[in-house]
T-cell receptor, first 116, second 114 residues
Framework: NAGVTQTPKFRVLKTGQSMTLLCAQD?????MYWYRQDPGMGLRLIHY???????AKGEVPDGYNVSRLKKQNFLLGLESAAPSQTSVYFC???????????????FGEGSRLTVL | RKEVEQDPGPFNVPEGATVAFNCTYS??????FFWYRQDCRKEPKLLMS???SGNEDGRFTAQLNRASQYISLLIRDSKLSDSATYLC???????????????FGRGTQLTVWP
């Protein structure tokens, strides 16, 4: 079972370059999320999507864009990478929204991005 | 003020010890609470949900105190394999939205030594 798959797993960028992280899930989940994790900061929500064609901002959206053209895919884009975006990025999905009757969040293995 | 506060530790305990982690949250409207476990350089995985009446799963016991906005995780008879970072996670019931976000604490690091 693939679950949630992120590509690439590692990437080194120079300041100003652009890139896209791809998240794919095969569980037919409605909700998908992008988090970043930095030492001592915990997981912070960048953007999320409640369904195909919809996206919304999280806690730290600046410098990132997302798209959810297909239900199974959630793309995270960096238009002009900055050193402050050096981080580990996690994609997650769940069947239901994170409300009172929430389900479990399933995470990808993470993508380690370094911006020089 | 952060939505979820945790003692970062680290906690270093011998095998067989009992260890407790605490977590406080700021949004009194939060309705869902969880403990996730994250191994070094791995993704977080759900350890257990936390229910109002408290719940137990083997050696793990979770407690919720809504009045104090406080969550705890107790691990009994610690094993070497329990070494990990434990993340307190709270639903943030956003105003005007049915989609509450999940807020993660910074995590508490546990090392169990032989």
């Amino acid at each position: 079972n693939a679950g949630v798959t992120q590509t690439p797993k590692f990437r080194v960028l120079k300041t100003g370059q652009s890139m896209t992280l791809l998240c794919a899930q095969d569980m037919n989940h409605e909700y998908m999320y992008w988090y970043r994790q930095d030492p001592g900061m915990g997981l912070r929500l960048i953007h999320y999507s409640v369904g195909e064609g919809t996206t919304a901002k999280g806690e730290v959206p600046d410098g990132y864009n997302v798209s959810r053209l297909k239900k199974q895919n959630f793309l995270l884009g960096l238009e002009s990478a900055a050193p402050s975006q050096t981080s580990v990025y996690f994609c997650a999905s769940t069947q239901r929204g994170t409300t009172a009757n929430t389900g479990e969040l399933f995470f990808g293995e993470g993508s380690r991005l370094t911006v020089l | 003020r952060k939505e979820v506060e945790q003692d970062p530790g680290p906690f270093n305990v011998p095998e067989g010890a009992t260890v407790a982690f605490n977590c406080t949250y700021s949004n009194s409207a939060s309705q869902s609470f969880f403990w996730y476990r994250q191994d070094c350089r791995k993704e977080p995985k759900l350890l257990m949900s936390v229910y109002s009446s408290g719940n137990e799963d083997g050696r793990f016991t979770a407690q919720l105190n809504r009045a104090s906005q406080y969550i705890s995780l107790l691990i009994r008879d610690s094993k070497l394999s329990d070494s990990a970072t434990y993340l307190c996670v709270v639903n943030g019931a956003d105003r005007g939205s049915t989609l509450g976000r999940l807020y993660f604490g910074r995590g508490t690091q546990l090392t169990v030594w032989p």
